[in-house]
């Protein structure tokens, strides 16, 4: 007489090995037809208000020319710290670089739009370069002279081989622009101004970095572009 126990078992650990053995040729018909399992969504962290002070924000300027038609998903590019700022863990001086890695870039016609998400986790803290931070773009200021394309591509500030005082960008002064209707003295998250091709999703890319959007087929910004970021964290924290 067969135990019942013992037959239980054995149809058990037969089952599982049939379920064992069909994984892999699952796995593969996945990957064949282009269905792999959803990913568990990420949940990035909520902004507090509608409204960010400006004076807790870090004000960065565009290097050069920022050209989304030459980047690629993984390179690196610098902007630069347009006044000091402390934080635990990390102080940047004036002119102190804050990277951004490019996650993902795109460009299609008819029509035309184009997209860039980056991701700033990196500072030349002061004595401690490349130091791990994770910050959040707020808002991107373009200034009137920095709203078209820059002929042959080429950063006004290199123009004619002369320095051009006007990629000098303004910092003070904004008017109540970076949140119409707001408090005074605050930034509306994912705000654009001078830009209307232009739009940004302060979470809304990869990963939980900062989507830009344009009705452009690339996205082009000057070097009197300015980039408001708040600070998430510094180091390993």
Same mark, same amino acid.
């Given at each position: 007489m067969r135990n019942p126990a013992r037959v239980s078992r054995l149809h058990a650990l037969a089952v599982g090995l049939a379920l064992l053995c069909a994984l892999?040729?699952?796995?593969?018909?996945?990957?064949?037809?282009?269905?792999?399992?959803p990913a568990t969504p990420v949940q990035c962290p909520a902004f507090k208000s509608t409204g960010f002070p400006i004076s807790g924000t870090l004000r960065l300027k565009v290097v050069g020319y920022l050209d989304s038609g030459h980047l690629k998903p993984g390179k690196e590019i610098w902007f630069e710290a347009i006044q000091g700022e402390?934080?635990?863990?990390?102080?940047?001086?004036?002119?102190?670089?804050?990277?951004?890695?490019?996650v993902s870039v795109s460009s299609?016609?008819?029509?035309?739009?184009?997209?860039?998400?980056?991701s700033f986790d990196r500072a030349d803290c002061n004595g401690h370069s490349k130091t791990?931070?994770?910050?959040?773009?707020? @808002?991107?200021?373009? %200034?009137?002279?920095?709203?078209h394309t820059v002929p042959d591509n080429m950063p006004r500030e290199m123009a004619g081989g002369q320095q051009d005082s006007s990629a000098a960008p303004a910092t003070t002064d904004y008017g109540g622009k970076l949140n119409p209707g707001g408090e005074d003295g605050t930034i509306k998250p994912g705000i654009v101004v001078g830009a209307k091709n232009l739009t940004l999703?302060?979470? @809304?890319? %990869?990963?939980?970095?900062?989507?830009?959007?344009?009705?452009?087929?690339?996205?082009?910004? @000057? %070097?009197?572009?300015?980039?408001?970021?708040?600070?998430?964290?510094?180091?390993?924290?």
């Amino acid at each position: 007489m067969r135990n019942p126990a013992r037959v239980s078992r054995l149809h058990a650990l037969a089952v599982g090995l049939a379920l064992l053995c069909a994984l892999p040729a699952a796995v593969a018909t996945a990957q064949a037809s282009g269905r792999a399992q959803p990913a568990t969504p990420v949940q990035c962290p909520a902004f507090k208000s509608t409204g960010f002070p400006i004076s807790g924000t870090l004000r960065l300027k565009v290097v050069g020319y920022l050209d989304s038609g030459h980047l690629k998903p993984g390179k690196e590019i610098w902007f630069e710290a347009i006044q000091g700022e402390s934080y635990p863990g990390c102080t940047l001086n004036t002119g102190s670089a804050v990277y951004a890695r490019v996650v993902s870039v795109s460009s299609t016609k008819k029509p035309d739009s184009a997209e860039l998400a980056l991701s700033f986790d990196r500072a030349d803290c002061n004595g401690h370069s490349k130091t791990p931070v994770t910050m959040a773009l707020l @808002g991107v200021l373009v %200034p009137a002279e920095n709203a078209h394309t820059v002929p042959d591509n080429m950063p006004r500030e290199m123009a004619g081989g002369q320095q051009d005082s006007s990629a000098a960008p303004a910092t003070t002064d904004y008017g109540g622009k970076l949140n119409p209707g707001g408090e005074d003295g605050t930034i509306k998250p994912g705000i654009v101004v001078g830009a209307k091709n232009l739009t940004l999703d302060p979470q @809304g890319g %990869p990963e939980c970095s900062a989507r830009l959007a344009s009705t452009k087929r690339k996205i082009e910004l @000057g %070097p009197s572009t300015v980039f408001f970021l708040a600070l998430r964290k510094t180091g390993q924290q």
